[in-house]
């Protein structure tokens, strides 16, 4: 039997109009070892930030979200839940922490918490696409990395910036590959590289001007740039459409 620490209802009935949107819930598992209890409190004090999330696009079905939870990160529709396990957090803050991440100018707590904030995301985007029943045609891992990086983007006047710090996790899981083998082509996800490159894409999109150095190093600099503005255009309407799509409900 799981230990619950805490149970905390977040934004408990969200109402527009004559609909109402269910709740989205946060539970803690009560934490046994110091990593666990490090990875608590970095998820606690970005809190306000993880209610910001749920805000901004509301979820039509009650779901919850299980931080310490042994398995994930991942969505479960058969139980409505987002789990994300502690080690998860403390693997992450390791990534940044040996990699000397602060010479960037983001400590290695703060660039974990900004990809607690992107992986949270990505998996709220499969609850909301399984729960509303959205048709997606080609990759759904795809679809919601997008929809993680446009969801900060639009929450947080920073958004960009901590979609920034989570595209740098996938270029540093991307280096601890020696060699790629057929089950890296054939899963679910991308490649870490590719993930890497689509969500800077994005980022660079949002603010040419603003994020201009990150395509120094493309070899194809001036295609790579219109090409990312106008995907960032396309998403951008497509994220319209949905936010008036759910607003609508």
Known sequence: MERILKVLAVGVLLCFGQSCKAATVNRFIETETRQEVQAYRLIKKIEPQLQQLYLVLPMEHQLTVVYGAQDGPLFD??????????????????????????VTGVSPK??????????LGHEYGHAYLYANEVIILGREEDAVDTLATLLLINAFENGAEIALSAADLFALEDEEIDELVEDDFSGEHSLDAQ???????????????????????????ED?????????????????RLIRRNSAK
Request: hydrophobic residues 35%.
């Open 77 to 102: 529709p058969e139980l409505m839940q987002i789990q994300i396990p502690y080690h998860f957090v403390t693997e992450v803050l390791n990534r940044f922490t040996n990699d000397n991440y602060q």
């Open 110 to 119: 703060e660039a974990t918490q900004d990809a607690i904030l992107h992986t």
């Open 224 to 240: 790579r740039a219109a090409m990312c503005q106008q995907e960032y255009a396309r998403q951008s309407d497509n994220w319209d």
């Open 195 to 221: 993930r890497y490159h689509s969500t800077v894409c994005l980022i660079y999109g949002s603010d040419p001007a603003k994020y201009a150095a990150l395509l120094q190093d493309s070899a194809q600099r």
